[in-house]
């Protein structure tokens, strides 16, 4: 996956079946957004489907691993409200727990996540 562009995260596959995967928006201290929130999600399910992975260090690119979400681009959340900062969460770990689950399994729980995360932008989308 080292050949993978994203415009917020950097893959990095070493020997051994290890993958780094870099925050990479140090000028902001590598604060979350949408973007980074939806390649997370991709990388993520990237790994899930990876059975050459066997280890997943994340880090951060600059002086910060993470200063958490990025309050200047907060409107979609806030607009979401409670619940649905929750299914935006509950996504990324939907996703997180494929690697978990039995390899028949796989697949169908990879599109469960992503359908969730595809109602949560539709609903995004028609907030304007």
Do not use: C, Y
Request: glycine share 10%; aromatic share 4%; net charge negative.
């Amino acid at each position: 996956m080292s050949d993978t562009h994203f415009q917020h995260l950097l893959v990095d596959d070493r020997d051994g079946g290890v993958r780094i995967i870099t925050l990479n928006r140090p000028e902001k201290f590598n604060s979350w957004n949408s973007a980074m929130r939806s390649e997370m999600r991709d990388a993520i399910e990237a790994v899930a489907l990876d059975a050459s992975v066997r280890v997943v260090i994340f880090t951060g690119a600059g002086r910060a691993f993470s200063a958490g979400e990025d309050v200047s681009e907060m409107g979609d959340l806030t607009a979401l409200g409670t619940r649905g900062f929750r299914a935006v969460a509950r996504g990324l770990h939907s996703v997180g727990a494929i690697r978990e689950g039995k390899e028949e399994n796989r697949s169908s729980r990879i599109r469960h996540a992503l359908a969730a995360d595809g109602a949560l932008r539709d609903h995004l989308d028609s907030l304007g």
